[in-house]
């Protein structure tokens, strides 16, 4: 039973133009969402988290977005840039701190 | 810069021998995990502890695999004895109790011939 699900593998954009990265989750005691990014031979690094209680959270070029009756969540990147090619994780926390994380989406950003 | 370092960063060994695998937490989070990526999957849930206690460890397979913090600056986890499924990247993380990400260190590459 797979909790949090990114079901598109990989994504190909242009630079310069949006790109939109999808989860949805089964849990409903899910607290936290967060996105991470990973580079090859890297491990994951923390992108930008959304609580709950808020439906959007905004950092520069990257927004969050939590539809909670859907269980759905997105992250959006404006405008993509060559350099934000990689693999991007989904994950959600319940309040005990235990992340589960999505299979990840390979984005592909095209000069 | 704070770091999570994980070693060794790859491992091979043989069939049937015992692994086993280290990680430093970053100075003050007392929260850990191991998560496991294989080829085919996202990252899987091993095992967390909090406070050196562990939480959960309903995602590792009890009969070969053990995780320990034997102190807060050290977290190892073990497989004994290894088989070829086990060929995976073992990442560590850490971080504080308080929701937020969790910073992952860069790994340890396992391949077990």
């Known amino acids: 039973d797979q909790q949090v699900k990114q079901n598109s593998p990989s994504l190909s954009v242009q630079e310069g133009r949006i790109s939109i990265l999808n989860c949805d989750y089964t849990?409903?005691?899910?607290?936290?969402f967060l996105w991470y990014k990973k580079y090859p031979a890297e491990g994951p690094t923390f992108l930008i988290s959304i609580s709950s209680i808020k439906d959007k959270n905004e950092d520069g070029r990257f927004t969050v977005f939590l539809n909670k009756s859907a269980k759905h969540l997105s992250l959006h990147i404006v405008p993509s840039q060559p350099g934000d090619s990689a693999v991007y994780f989904c994950?959600?926390?319940?309040?005990?701190?235990?992340?589960?994380f999505g299979d990840g989406t390979t984005l592909t950003v095209k000069p | 810069d704070a770091r999570v370092t994980q070693t060794p960063r790859h491992k091979v060994t043989e069939m049937g021998q015992e692994v086993t695998m280290r990680c430093q937490p970053i100075?003050?989070?007392?929260?850990v995990f191991w998560y496991r990526q294989t080829m085919m999957q996202g990252l899987e849930l091993l095992a967390y502890?909090?406070?050196?206690?562990?939480?959960?460890d309903s995602g590792m397979p009890k009969d070969r695999f053990s995780a320990e913090m034997p102190d807060a600056t050290l977290a190892t986890l073990k497989i004994q004895p290894s088989e070829p499924r086990d060929s995976a990247v073992y990442f560590c993380?850490?971080?504080?109790?308080?929701?937020?990400?969790?910073?992952f260190g860069s790994g340890t590459r396992l391949t077990v011939v």
């Open positions: 502890f909090r406070n050196r206690a562990p939480l959960d």
């Open positions: 849990n409903s005691m899910f607290d936290y």
């Open positions: 100075l003050g989070h007392n929260t």
């Open positions: 994950a959600a926390n319940t309040n005990a701190g235990k992340s589960t």
């Open positions: 993380a850490s971080g504080p109790r308080s929701p937020g990400g969790y910073t």
